[in-house]
């Protein structure tokens, strides 16, 4: 399978500016948050994804995480802008609700079957794929795949209950990102406990995690690691 490479663009200005950049660069496609600070009204929303979309034949995924930006993207504001602008392809549900999930799928999916609506949290892989979705962008298949992947390829074969097997394993694992905020240098401490030489070093304001929170991280992972995990039967 070839390497996708997705660029992800926060801002106005820049974002547009950059869209003009990835647009001859080997990107295949962009992920794209709305503003954050100042709530933009539903016009003004609109308009930033419109110029971003006309500016840039890439395929976009819009990035919904009201949690973080204040905003939410209703499922109806997204058919709006489905409608209009075809390279927008998808969006990451980064939304504690299945129910605002369930939505998207039925409202969007309807127009266009292949908008792909993926999870953004990787607790909720099962309940997006069992309701209509198409997967998930979870943090957890950076070093743990063998549940991600696991889960994804159980459910498409059909094994329900392999699925929920591993649905049940991953279930600890986002517990692990309350650790500290941003939890970046979780995820790193993660991949390196894998055996993958990464830095895990952050920038401030972010800061190295204690020996103490390592070792969690470390438990955690021996746990669910000393189990048998096959990625499919």
Request: aromatic share 10%.
């Amino acid at each position: 399978m070839d390497a996708i490479l997705v660029s992800i663009i926060i801002g106005y200005s820049f974002t547009i500016k950059c869209t003009f950049v990835l647009y001859h660069s080997t990107t295949d496609g962009i992920v794209v948050i709305n503003p954050y600070y100042w709530q933009l009204t539903k016009e003004n929303l609109f308009q930033h994804y419109a110029d971003i979309a006309e500016a840039i034949d890439l395929p976009i995924l819009l990035y919904n995480f009201p949690g973080l930006t204040g905003q939410d993207l209703s499922p109806e504001f997204v058919l709006k802008l489905v409608k209009s602008h075809p390279n927008i392809v998808g969006i990451k549900e980064t939304v504690e609700s299945v129910g605002h999930t369930r939505e998207m799928i039925l409202t969007v999916k309807s127009f266009k079957e292949d908008f792909a609506v993926l999870s953004g949290y990787d607790d909720h892989l099962l309940n997006t794929l069992s309701i209509g979705g198409d997967g998930a962008i979870p943090l957890t298949a950076n070093f743990i795949p063998e549940l991600t992947v696991g889960l994804y390829q159980s459910f498409k074969e059909g094994n329900y209950g392999k699925a929920i097997e591993l649905h049940k394993k991953l279930a600890p694992f986002p517990l692990l990102y309350k650790l500290d905020s941003p939890f970046v240098n979780v995820a790193k401490e993660a991949i390196r406990m894998r055996g993958i030489e990464i830095s895990t070093d952050v920038l401030a304001p972010s800061r190295p995690l204690s020996a103490e929170k390592k070792e969690k991280i470390q438990r955690c992972m021996d746990t669910v690691l000393n189990q048998a995990i096959p990625l499919s039967n």
